[in-house]
């Protein structure tokens, strides 16, 4: 392709990690099947437009994986599959969101007990005077699934640090009884990770991840719990229902629509037509 050139240069992840990525698709997708032998390294340079020192590079990273197996003489063959359990099911109400990390047992890597306030976006509320700061990683059957920086008001935070260390801060910060939420802003994403993202949650660098910021606002519309939240693309998914619980009401009202506009056309076809007139009895 006579644009390849142009599409990488519009992404700052190395090239051999761009070409990795798209691999690893095709892998995941069964393009490349479990032993099924892969392109060449003088095809794939051809498709890539890129030199084959690159090419070998992705091979590296993608074997390091344990997903091709590189044969001398042979070629390389596909000798696995990228993990796919999409467990993590995103909540669109708070309920369902405390319910999926209530649980939870973080893995704290990082606490700072005084920070300058998270840059907050317009619609995202007050700053807070203070806040804390926690940086953790989550992990399922001992492997990490979500990476979380969380700011905490410290007003909050300084009720019970050790339990805030041990424990998932959100289901934490709605149990108290004079602390109440007017609003809880979530916004979903997709990005890629970044050099710590990847290290902590022990995936490529330049790997499409998931992102979710969630933001909850007090009574006085203060941000007393900002959350930047990292998943693997692999175990996380939303599935919303795109008709709620009013979806009869306004099918109703749509097909009662259509009912009307198909009565419309029919009245409008009646008048057209001739009228017969039936002769006196």
């Not at 006579?2 to 069964?30: C, F, H, T």
């Not at 109400?93 to 840059?119: M, W």
């Not at 990005?191 to 330049?206: F, R, S």
């Amino acid at each position: 392709m006579k644009n390849l050139a142009a599409l990488y240069d519009r992404s700052r992840v190395p090239l051999y990690v761009q070409v990795a990525s798209v691999m690893r698709q095709r892998i995941e997708s069964g393009f490349w099947g479990q032993g099924d032998k892969i392109s060449t390294l003088e095809e794939l340079e051809a498709e890539f437009s890129v030199a084959r020192v690159t090419i070998r590079q992705a091979i590296e990273l993608m074997s390091d994986e344990g997903l091709l197996d590189a044969q001398q003489g042979r070629g390389t063959f596909v000798s696995g599959k990228p993990k796919t359990d999409r467990w993590v099911k995103l909540g669109t109400d708070l309920e369902t969101t405390v319910a999926l990390i209530r649980d939870n047992v973080p893995k704290r890597i990082q606490i700072v007990d005084h920070v300058p306030a998270p840059e907050l976006t317009e619609g995202e509320g007050l700053a807070a005077d203070h806040y804390a700061f926690l940086r953790s990683v989550q992990y399922k059957d001992q492997v990490p699934f979500s990476a979380v920086s969380l700011f905490l008001a410290r007003s909050i935070y300084e009720r019970d640090p050790d339990r805030f260390t041990h424990a998932a801060a959100l289901p934490m910060v709605l149990t108290m009884d004079d602390v109440s939420i007017s609003h809880a802003y979530q916004t979903l994403t997709i990005g890629v990770a970044g050099p710590e993202t990847a290290e902590q949650l022990g995936i490529g660098l330049g790997e499409p991840i998931a992102d979710c910021r969630l933001v909850l606002l007090d009574g006085n519309d203060t941000a007393i719990y900002v959350a930047n939240i990292h998943y693997r693309r692999e175990c996380f998914e939303l599935k919303v229902d795109l008709l709620d619980h009013a979806s009869g009401v306004r099918g109703g009202g749509a097909q009662k629509r259509r009912a009307g506009r198909v009565a419309s056309r029919s009245h409008a076809v009646a008048k057209l037509r001739p009228r017969t007139v039936e002769p006196a009895a």
